[in-house]
């Protein structure tokens, strides 16, 4: 008894820890200055890290990006997938294309699509993808952070995801999950409610969620049933 009672102690100082140091990186906009080859990413070294692992054991055709931003995810994607040597296509999509980076548009793997994510063409796009580069898919979410609009992505990513598909839910650590309490609903209620509505068609990976102390996508690593 005494050692449970030892070992718990030691994981709640590792929790909090690690909740201290996911502050302190994100307070201090550590992740305003991240880049890969000279372009933003806006992700945390150890989200991205993971990442790399994920593609590398999934092996997917197809990398799907919700949220280009300024391009430096999808070249760090699209580098990793080329190491992997597996035939694949990234598809990055934003509503403003203004702020991507030239290397991102040079990326011959790298298809941008400047439209919502919400609209209708993207789950085309999507599907047409799917026939094209039959295989597991990878998918991050990383664009309009409000509950509705990261919900309306989940809603319309159900119809085309399949077993073993993984998707990333990003930035579910605001409102307070533990950053940025002030922000309101964003992507961790949307999960929430997603998985109020059909429960059965995501398990959670906390193991990778965990393994490098803390992550911007809180409760947000999916793997679909």
């Keep these: 008894m005494k050692l449970v009672k030892r070992i718990q102690a030691r994981l709640g100082v590792f929790r909090s820890a690690g909740t201290r140091y996911h502050l302190w990186y994100y307070r201090n906009r550590v992740w305003d200055t991240t ?7 806006l992700k945390s070294p150890s989200d991205m890290w993971n990442y790399q692992e994920i593609l590398y054991s999934l092996k ?11 391009g430096g ?14 035939r694949f296509r990234l598809l990055s999509v934003d ?5 991507v980076s030239e290397q991102t548009r040079r990326d011959p793997d ?5 439209v919502s994510s919400l609209d209708p063409r993207v789950g085309e796009r999507i599907a047409d993808l799917r026939r094209e580069y039959p295989g597991p898919v990878f998918v991050i979410l990383d664009s309009d952070h409000s509950k509705a609009h990261v919900l309306g992505e989940l809603k319309t990513l159900r119809p085309l995801l399949v077993s073993g598909d993984y998707l990333i839910v990003e930035d579910s650590s ?6 940025y309490p002030t922000h309101g609903p964003g992507p961790f209620e949307a999960v929430h409610e997603y998985f109020q509505q059909w429960p059965k068609d995501y398990n959670y990976d906390g193991d990778r969620e965990s393994k ?3 992550s911007f996508a809180t409760r947000g690593f999916l793997i679909r049933r």
Excluded: C
């Excluded at 197809?62 to 949220?67: A, M, N, S």
């Excluded at 509503?95 to 702020?99: C, L, N, Q, R």
């Design 174 to 179: 605001v409102n307070g999950h533990p950053v």
């Design 212 to 214: 490098f102390g803390f």
């Design 73 to 86: 995810s999808a070249l760090f994607f699209a580098a990793v997938m080329r190491q992997i040597g597996r």
């Design 95 to 99: 509503i403003d294309g203004e702020t």
């Design 60 to 70: 997917p055709s197809l990398v799907i990006e919700f949220g280009t931003r300024y």
């Design 110 to 114: 790298i298809e941008l699509l400047t």
């Design 35 to 41: 880049t890969w080859i000279g372009v933003k990413t």
